[in-house]
Antibody
């Protein structure tokens, strides 16, 4: 059974940094691309970033490009999201998701974690 | 940039009725790149449909997807109590994703 467990969320002041982690199990992590998707309180889904299975190719939404960095450690079955220069509008529940198709980063989000909450507030 | 617009925003229906949800893309997209998700309150989204019409594992056949180019539809033939939720369409491209704003299916 696929399991994705996010951690690292919390309350942070504007302009500060935070790193999220997503521990994966139940599948061959190194075979699948991964993504981060966020959901502001009471709002819809917003794609944040994606990374292919090798960790070589990364993709970002315009709203976070230059501030957020996605990475992965296939030896630890873990996905990361380094978030710098945080803003109030980054406040959201952050989900990690496993891509449907193996190899690369193309496909929908087949499995989702339960999310970790990030609150940016002074 | 591809923008997905879902309609209606809210759909009021009774159990047993048919639900028809629409997703319109701002430009033509490959049907291979269109998915639908269900999100129940307090839960993570769940993949329902990918490739516009293929059901994900464990999804009942009362849920179906169709469409092409700019117009896509999610249909629930007979609403069960667990189907009352928010539904999102998604475009997944080679370097970006986009989600629609969601349609909430509420009990009438």
């Amino acid at each position: 059974e696929v399991q994705l467990l996010e951690s690292g969320g919390g309350v942070v002041q504007p302009g500060r940094s935070l790193r999220l982690s997503c521990a994966a199990s139940g599948f061959t992590f190194s075979n699948y691309g991964m993504s981060w998707v966020r959901q502001a309180p009471g709002k819809g889904l917003e794609w944040v970033s994606g990374i292919n299975n090798y960790g070589v190719s990364t993709y970002y939404a315009g709203s976070v490009k230059g501030r957020f960095t996605i990475s992965r450690d296939n030896s630890k079955n873990t996905l990361y999201l380094q978030m710098n220069s945080l803003r109030a509008e980054d406040t959201a529940l952050y989900y990690c998701a496993k891509i449907l198709y193996s190899n690369g980063w193309y496909g929908g989000a087949e499995s989702w974690g339960q999310g970790t909450l990030v609150t940016v507030s002074s | 940039e591809i923008v997905l617009t879902q309609s209606p925003v809210t759909l009021y229906l009774s159990p047993g009725e048919r639900a028809t949800l629409s997703c319109r893309a701002s430009q033509s997209v490959s049907s291979n790149s269109l998915a639908w998700y269900q999100q129940r309150p307090g839960q993570a989204p769940r993949l329902l449909i990918y490739g516009a019409s293929s059901r994900a594992i464990g999804i009942p056949d009362r849920i179906s997807g169709s469409g092409s180019e700019t117009d896509f539809t999610l249909t629930i033939s007979r609403l069960e109590p667990e189907d009352f939720a928010v539904y999102y369409c998604q475009y997944f491209g080679s370097s970006m994703w986009a989600f629609g704003q969601g349609t909430k299916v509420e009990i009438k």
